[in-house]
Structures are given as C-alpha cells and as structure tokens.
Nanobody
Framework: QLQLAESGGGLVQPGGSLRLSCVPSGKILDDYDIGWFRQAPGKEREAVSC????????NYAVSVVGRFAISKDKAKNTVYLQMNSLKPEDTAVYYC???????????????????????WGKGTLVTVSS
C-alpha cells in the first residue's frame, strides 16, 4: 500500500513563506504524478498544484499562480511545495496525493482531481495569521 507523508506546515504571518514536503513510501516519482491539495474549514478539498511524472511539467490553481512553486527531487524522493507571499485565505490543511501509475493526469492544461486520487497523506496544517 502506497503511503505519503507531508511535513512543513505551521503558523506564518501574512506575506511569509513555508516549504511543504511530501515523501512517498517508495521510489515512485518516475511512475506517478503527484498533486498538492488543500482543505480549509467548511470548504471542499481543492487542487493547488501538481507535477508530472514524465517531464516534470507543472500546473497551478489560479489562486496560487506566481506565489507557489512545486518541484521534485528524485534523489531525496521528495516533492516540495514552496509557498511565498502567503495570505490568510491560504490557511488550510495541505495534502499530497496521487492516483494510479502512468495516469498522466497532471498536465499544463489540467490539475489532478481530488475525487480521482487513490492515495492520500494525512495532511499538514498551514495557518496564515498575524
């Protein structure tokens, strides 16, 4: 059973930065697209960003374009989400997730869909507040 583990959340002031990490239980980054999602209190889970297994292509939700950056380090078996210029509305539990191998569900035209994910981490809380 594939497992994912997020870390790096915390409390940050508006305008600050955080870097989230997602570490899968196996060496899968060549076989699986990886997505970052978030869920704020009282809201549905939404896609934030994703990175393709094949060419490392990325995509972002409109709300985070220019502020967040997703990347992966295969040597460290880790996917990162660098979050800059954080706003109070970025407050949420952040999850990484993936679907099936070789799905190609992340592309420059499409974010991964929460309902289609097969494997989820437990999440890490990001709170943006002064």
């Amino acid at each position: 059973q594939l497992q994912l583990a997020e870390s790096g959340g915390g409390l940050v002031q508006p305008g600050g930065s955080l870097r989230l990490s997602c570490v899968p239980s196996g060496k899968i980054l060549d076989d699986y697209d990886i997505g970052w999602f978030r869920q704020a209190p009282g809201k549905e889970r939404e896609a934030v960003s994703c990175i393709s297994r094949s060419d490392g292509g990325t995509n972002y939700a409109v709300s985070v374009v220019g502020r967040f950056a997703i990347s992966k380090d295969k040597a460290k078996n880790t996917v990162y989400l660098q979050m800059n210029s954080l706003k109070p509305e970025d407050t949420a539990v952040y999850y990484c997730a993936t679907d099936l191998p070789y799905s190609s569900s992340c592309s420059w035209t499409s974010l991964m869909k929460p309902y289609a994910m097969e494997y989820w981490g437990k999440g890490t809380l990001v709170t943006v507040s002064s």
